[in-house]
């Protein structure tokens, strides 16, 4: 088993795919990432499982893997169920939870926006290139700046997850051209497939963040490293001025007025 | 049950479930003097841009490993919310560790009991008053010496 702890979770998958529906079961959604070169030990040990579900976890592993060995199966205690877990985060890394929201309503819109962009005559040049200054300035610049230079500092940046989300701010960045590049040829089709691809994406990387990564490098902070972190990430703020944010999010407030009152008319 | 928890009087002697060792020396991670709120001063050497704890008097007590887990790294002054007088001194006091001192953070370590709050309420006010912000933790301890709860408020 020891030697399947320290394998690819991309390889165990492809050899063993029961392995990738039971993690499914646990909430670790490895299957469909775009790396997966996790060993299994640390995607088990990121997810902070309490211990009893952590050992059935194993055990069902070892099972799907060796099915003909006689592996025993672990005592649960069936009636003390666990409590769901809440999180609670540290101040700096809740700010960054609360940036998520305001991106969020963006890709809440992204349906609405792809619908009116393909029912009207011209491609409304100006409205998609305001999105895109909102995810290239706000949601890139404003808020993925602050997790490349700062938060993912204070834990091993060479770490597979913390690659994971740095490949997956660049394939971000790489849907968003194609957009710009879309809307400068009026090309619907172009537009409509990387924003859509562009919401997928983002959709996974946030609740990645929310609920595994954050959690999981909070848990490495001292005390004295959140009081750091909680300065550089104001400073950070401070560099870019208050206006910033407030503009971003009246930018957010209308695109909602104008698409949530299409749909409710 | 009745009459107020804080002072309610309990017997834990029988206990037995005791992990841990009595081996070994622990140094103490007591790096200032004086500690009490209203003795300290916020121009002090000791806090300025440090780790500070707040705690109850009756914290220090309870916690077997209350300088190894919560004390070491950090600055300190204790209090108690139910019997200290002029309690509107400490909420000038952790506003002036905040924005004068530019302590780094704050953790509060009060006991289980409801009086004990006021010692989380008054660090919170602090905190509000001034124009820093810094994160503020606040650690729960049982009479018994476990911890209830650690969370950033
Ligand atoms: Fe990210
Ligand atoms: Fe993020």
Redesign the interface.
Known sequence: MDKVLNKEIKQIIDTYPEVGRILDEYGIGCVPCSVGSCLLKDVVGIHNLDPQQEATLMYRIEKAIYPERNVSEPKVDLTKKSAPKKI?????V?KLVDEHVLIKRLLALIPSIVEYVETSIKVDKDLVLKCVDFIRTYADKYHHMKEEDILFKYVDDKAEIIQVMFKDHDIGRGHIRQVVEGAEKGNKAQIKEHILAYRDLLTQHIKKEDEILYPWIDRQLS??Q???M??KC?EADASVGDELPRKYERFIVELEEKFLQEVTK | MSGCPGSRTMDFSEKTNQEGNDSGKRPSQLRQWPIQMHLVSPQAPYFQGK?VLLAADCAAFALGDFHKDYLK??SIGIACPKLDSDQEVYVEKIKSLIDDAKI??L?VIIMQVPCCFGLAQIAKEGAEKASR???V?QVVVGLEGNILSE??I
Do not use: A, L, Q
């Open positions: 609670s985060y540290s101040p700096p809740k005390v004295t959140v009081g750091e909680f300065r104001n | 780790d790294g950090k780094n953070t953790t912000k810094i994160p933790k969370e950033w």
